[in-house]
């Protein structure tokens, strides 16, 4: 199995900034991207950033220029930096990991338990 922990949430003025960790462990052969998901109450859940090893990152418009997302392959750890926050981006945060498993070879997806980002005006 593949366990991801995520921390870094809480609440948090608007314009302040906030810092989301996530680390995966595990039955981990190689990990291919990991990534930020959000789901405000009401919504779907949809991609905030993603970063791809040895690729590149993508974010979704609404926090491009505000977030940053970065990762530690070795560690199997990814970041997001958000800075210059708003009410809008109150959610809960899920991380998601995408690799191979060990001995096995095969593809895992997992994902992480949450953390509440709480935006105030």
């Known amino acids: 199995q593949v366990q991801l922990v995520e921390s870094g949430g809480g609440l948090v003025q608007a314009g302040g900034s906030l810092r989301l960790s996530c680390a995966a462990s595990?039955?981990?052969?190689?990990?291919?991207?990991m990534g930020w998901y959000r789901q405000a109450p009401g919504k779907q859940r949809e991609l905030v950033a993603g970063i791809i090893f040895g690729g590149g990152t993508n974010y979704a418009d609404s926090v491009k220029g505000r977030f940053s997302i970065s990762g530690d392959n070795a560690k199997n750890t990814v970041y997001l930096q958000m800075n210059s926050l708003k009410p809008e981006d109150t959610a809960v945060y899920y991380c998601?990991?995408?690799?191979?498993?060990?001995?096995?070879?095969?593809?895992?997806?997992?994902w992480g338990q949450g953390t509440l980002v709480n935006v105030s005006s």
């Open positions: 595990g039955n981990i052969y190689s990990m291919n991207a």
């Open positions: 998601n990991a995408e690799g191979t498993r060990r001995y096995v070879r095969s593809a895992f997806v997992a």
